[in-house]
């Protein structure tokens, strides 16, 4: 996001040396961190599962995104708050006849919100820029986004606008309900693996039940503490031994629409991720 701060040269260059922007995994360092800039609604550290690192979000809007990149199963790893070579920029600010962001005489950095790498093939990498709707009232902001998207289009890298109008509500209180649980099972993979066949064996016989009462029926059954069926199952859904689709609602959610994921697979990588 581009933000009227008052960074210095010499701020950038310390920023360079550091690393940021740079790196991969949980190496990488994000350009812009919630300390430096201010934010036009929220901001928020989240710990990302697939990075082993904790994730700079920038607003609401940012947050929500990032909880549905991490959900894909296809996503590698995502860099946020990526910044763009400064010179490019210029260039192609010149060659638009637009004017490049500029304080105090000093030529701005801009990055995207999230440069994104995938197992796909036919889309290896993709950039998402957090808009929200009232943004595109400005034509300031329009001309920089603009400058940002002849900027991945010179790198043959896909880039698009996500604006709250795109994020549906069910699916965010879907992946916040799941995600908060991830990393959270304290079971070995072996366990993890035998939990999951009992709960897809029990869904097979009452496929037509929402998840909710099954999971009432099964505390009942084994006598257990009112709420830890869901909460088992949470568990293993955050760590994909279940999947479903995420635009259903969970209070909706038939425990026939669950799905078994590959419990080997799944397996394997908790164990390497875990080394």
Known sequence: MSRKIGHTEAQYSKWIKEGRGS???QDYKPWLTVYDVPSD??????????SK???HLLSDLELSMFYLLEWRS???????????DRDITKELAESAGIKHPNLRGLEQYLSSDFLVETSSRALPYFALQAKYVNSFEELRKIEILELER????EKKIPWQIVTEAEIPRVVKINIEWIYSMQGAHKETPESAI???RFYADYFAKHPTKTLINICKEIDSAYELDLGE????????MADRYFTFDIFTPVQKLQVGQLNLGDVDQIKEVLRVSNQ
């Not at 296809?74 to 763009?84: I, R, Y």
């Open 23 to 25: 790196g991969e995994h």
């Open 41 to 50: 609604g929220r901001v928020h550290r989240v710990f990302g599962y697939k």
């Open 53 to 55: 690192r904790t994730h």
């Open 74 to 84: 296809d996503v590698l790893q995502v860099k946020e708050q990526f910044p763009l």
């Open 150 to 153: 002849r900027y991945w289009h």
């Open 194 to 196: 035998e939990q999951a």
């Open 229 to 236: 069926s869901l909460y088992e199952i949470r568990c293993l």
